[in-house]
Nanobody
Framework: QVHLMEPGGGLVQAGGSLNLSCEVSEAIFENTNIMAWYRQPPGKERELIANIISGGFTYYPNSVKGRFTISRLDARRTLFLQMNDLKPADTAVYYC?????????WGRGAQVTVSG
């Protein structure tokens, strides 16, 4: 069963913006502990770039802080990642992630390519 659906990704020029979305299945949306976005640049390990926890608290590493914004819309069971001022170094496969009662769920990934 696919629990995380993340269409989108795409090609954008440096300085541009892109919004990623991830629809979470009803089966796992309730009682989520952490919702997050990770990315894996070519030839590198997967890295956390944003998370949101109960109460709406968010975290961003310095590499994206001030440029990326994570949010959730519960009525649509959807997680978003707004990415602004994109740089070629942001080129990666982006994954949404949910932690629910000790279980880890991953989206299939969306390719984002930023041209210089």
């Amino acid at each position: 069963q696919v629990h995380l659906m993340e269409p989108g990704g795409g090609l954008v020029q440096a300085g541009g913006s892109l919004n990623l979305s991830c629809e979470v299945s009803e089966a796992i949306f309730e009682n989520t502990n952490i919702m997050a976005w990770y990315r894996q640049p070519p030839g590198k390990e997967r890295e956390l770039i944003a998370n949101i926890i109960s109460g709406g608290f968010t975290y961003y590493p310095n590499s994206v802080k001030g440029r990326f914004t994570i949010s959730r819309l519960d009525a649509r069971r959807t997680l978003f990642l707004q990415m602004n001022d994109l740089k070629p170094a942001d080129t990666a496969v982006y994954y949404c992630y949910v932690l629910n009662s000790g279980h880890h769920y991953w989206g299939r990934g969306a390719q984002v390519t930023v041209s210089g």
